[in-house]
């Protein structure tokens, strides 16, 4: 499985960006996908995640509310909606896939990572 991240940028605050994962190669063996970030001097964190074949999804509290992940079945590829962006939202964002069957907001739970898109908010 490989992953491909897009669609960062730069943005003012309360400004929106969509990111895009898109998955490569053997599909099916994601069952979960998520989003993590990494800020200017911190370690990756939890965003958000969400079953590939379902609706069930898990946000970290910091951008429940803000963030929205959706997937389109014919590309596949997860999307992450990102609304009332705030500079502390500055960072790397990751996504990253799972074949274990359940949610996880742990770094080692993830066997496929794409690579970085950067997120600049301005205030």
């Known amino acids: 499985v490989q992953l491909q991240a897009s669609g960062g940028g730069l943005v003012q605050a309360g400004g929106s960006l969509t990111l895009s994962c898109a998955a490569f190669g053997r599909t099916s063996a994601i069952h979960v996908v998520g989003w993590f970030r990494q800020g200017p001097g911190k370690g990756r964190g939890f965003v958000s995640a969400r079953i590939w074949n379902g609706d069930d999804t898990d946000y970290a509290d910091s951008v429940k509310g803000r963030f929205t992940m959706s997937r389109d079945n014919a590309k596949n590829t997860m999307y992450l909606q990102m609304n009332s962006l705030k500079p502390e939202d500055t960072a790397v964002y990751y996504c990253?896939?799972?074949?274990?069957?359940?949610?996880?907001?742990?770094?080692?739970?993830?066997?496929?990572w794409g690579q970085g898109t950067q997120v600049t908010v301005s205030s």
């Open positions: 990253a896939a799972s074949s274990r069957g359940y949610f996880s907001r742990k770094l080692t739970f993830y066997d496929y």
